[in-house]
Nanobody, 125 residues
Framework: QVQLVESGGGLVQSGGSLRLSCAAS????????MVWFRQAPGKEREFVAA????????HYSDSMKGRFTISRDYAKNTVYLQMDSLKPEDTAVYYC??????????????????WGQGIQVTVSS
């Protein structure tokens, strides 16, 4: 049973930084790609970033490239999303997602089967 648990969200001022974590358990994740999505109130779910666990290939939403960085830690079975220069429009619930044997670009539009519970990020102006 795959479990994904997000942490690290909260309230931050505009221009600040946060680092989200997604702790994964229940499988060997070397053949998985891990993805971050977000959903703001009243808006559709939006792709943020993805990383293939094995080779570390990354893919970013154009609107977040340069501000957000996705990474993974093998030893801790954890994926991170470093968010810098945060803006009020980054306010959303952020979700961790995992897909088996799919590329980061594929998962950007077709999420994997496994989801975390989501974590709130609020950026004040």
């Amino acid at each position: 049973q795959v479990q994904l648990v997000e942490s690290g969200g909260g309230l931050v001022q505009s221009g600040g930084s946060l680092r989200l974590s997604c702790a994964a358990s229940g499988r060997t994740f070397s053949d998985y790609t891990m993805v971050w999505f977000r959903q703001a109130p009243g808006k559709e779910r939006e792709f943020v970033a993805a990383i293939s666990w094995g080779v570390g290939r990354t893919h970013y939403s154009d609107s977040m490239k340069g501000r957000f960085t996705i990474s993974r830690d093998y030893a801790k079975n954890t994926v991170y999303l470093q968010m810098d220069s945060l803006k009020p429009e980054d306010t959303a619930v952020y979700y961790c997602n995992a897909g088996y044997l799919r590329s980061p670009t594929t998962l950007a539009t077709r999420p994997g089967d496994y989801w975390g519970q989501g974590i709130q990020v609020t950026v004040s102006s």
